[in-house]
């Protein structure tokens, strides 16, 4: 059975962006307010990754008005 890579590499990155939604959401519910770079001084993540998480939250509406 061979697995395809490409499958691979999406199931890696939907689980490392839902890694991320958890900590992101984990420090909203520490600190009702965030910035990116309190984000990106707390997380152990790029802000690339940050700001697309939080993009995708936002329009889940679960967290609103990311500056």
Known sequence: MSIKVENTVEYVDKKINNQAKDMILALFNEKSTLDYIEMLET????LETIVQVCNELEQEGR????D
């Open 43 to 46: 997380l152990d993540l790029d």
């Open 63 to 66: 967290i609103e008005g990311i």
